[in-house]
């Protein structure tokens, strides 16, 4: 009992302090515990708000991004019912090309305010709220298979659907490669998952899968009035996110900074390959898949607030029974067939074309790639700082606040095409567009056709 007392004394305590805290944002850690508003007044503001919310998103992208659907040739994801998007999206300001911005040093382009607003953080649709914004295909899927609202009334999924990845993504098994894409074209959901995968999953697998199905409470999905659906919900599930182990770029922020305002859009990365992983979260570097689902349902669904999760109905997974099954499930799913590739990652001088071959050269070379992206995985396993702000002043856009980034991990390579939106935040539309930035940033100094055989050579991983 006496637990019990001193847990509730802190709990509103930390609840008063978060409510003051607001007022001077720059003390803000806690999120507000008891909302101030009752529930219908809060959905009527936003519901009234929404239009003016996702012009101004709407506004953002346009001027930073060329977003007509322009396909990479015959190039398609790895279902083959998707195109590769082509060519660089991010604008430049009028009268400046791409060769006069990389002979210019870091201090000059912030100087004069150059950088192209396309390769700043781009923030979140609401960036003073947060939470997980959900693509409409994962949204509608999800209703028609389970009744169950991912829907939030205050904004909707921002980027074009041809900048996202293959909606339902294929699965790829180590288990059973021989099977190739084992999803028959479907969303795995807690509906099907059962009818999908027996025969082809173990006992434990198929434990660890319903467990990344299942909805859980979280920030803005559950069951109070604290929240953003119509409905009270039972939350979002792990794979909610990570469709089919995979990705379908929905978003939040990240839990690892304060103020709100601090904080980072968060693209939800794929779960391929995971087993060659040994950090996990774009900012955390989580060292095991274990810690990374366990930290996942009880701070990351609550925007890294532990102070809110008790009240909206946290799931606490059990380490040996739960964790260890869903860890389990994850660490089989794998990257899309590459059959180009050798058994080392890299290419089959018999497989490849020229520009392929070109490609390569220069991501082990002058593209200095392979320092971070080391094959077969591409991947180093380590964290690096990138420095980005040498190119741009501090500045608040659609609410979030610019500020040095910090290190972020590296992200692995391997199908990489299947995967857009691309750096941590999704900033980076297309492969033309992250060979660009990177050029700019790390000084590379590549011409325009280097430039497109590396991006050659990133479509055979």
Known sequence: ???????????????????????????????????????????????????????????????????RDRPLGQAKMSGGRKAVQDGVRVKLPNGLTWDRLTHMTPQEIRDQGLFPEGFLPLPHVKHAV??????????????????????????????????????????????????????????????NYFDLMLGILTPVQIEGLRLLLTPFPQQQFNQTGDRKVERPSLGVACLDCHANGHSNAAFHLNPDNRPQAARFRIDTVSLRG???????????????????????????????????????????????????????????????????????????LMKADARELKGQELFFGKGRCAECHTPPAYLDNKMHDLKVERFYKDQTINGQRLHAEGPIKTFTLRGIKDSPPYLHDGRLLTLADTVEFFNLVLGLGLTSEEKETLVAFMLTL
């Open 130 to 191: 947060g939470g997980m914004v959900f693509p409409k295909n994962e949204i509608k899927t999800i209703k028609d298979l389970e009744g169950r609202s991912l829907e939030r009334f205050d904004v909707d999924f921002d980027l074009p659907e041809q900048f996202t990845p293959e909606f339902p993504p294929p699965i790829f098994l180590t288990t059973r490669p021989e099977l190739g894409d084992v999803s028959q074209g479907k969303l795995l959901s807690i509906d």
């Open 1 to 67: 009992m006496f637990t019990l007392l001193r847990y509730a004394t802190a709990l509103t305590l930390l609840s008063c302090w978060s409510l003051t805290a607001t007022a001077g944002e720059d003390a803000q850690t806690y999120l507000p515990v008891i909302s101030d508003k009752p529930f219908k007044d809060v959905m009527a503001e936003d519901k009234a708000d929404k239009s003016k919310v996702m012009k101004k998103q709407s506004g953002l992208l346009e001027k930073r991004y060329d977003l």
């Open 274 to 348: 995971m087993f060659n992983q040994q950090i996990h979260g774009s900012k955390r570097s989580i060292r095991s898949v274990e810690d990374f689902t366990e930290f996942e349902q009880r701070t990351a669904y609550f925007d890294g607030d532990q102070v809110t999760a008790q009240k909206k109905g946290v799931h606490l997974p059990n380490r040996p029974d739960q964790v260890a099954l869903m860890a389990q499930m994850q660490n089989i799913l794998d990257f899309p067939p590459a059959p180009k590739l050798d058994v080392f990652g890299k290419l089959d």
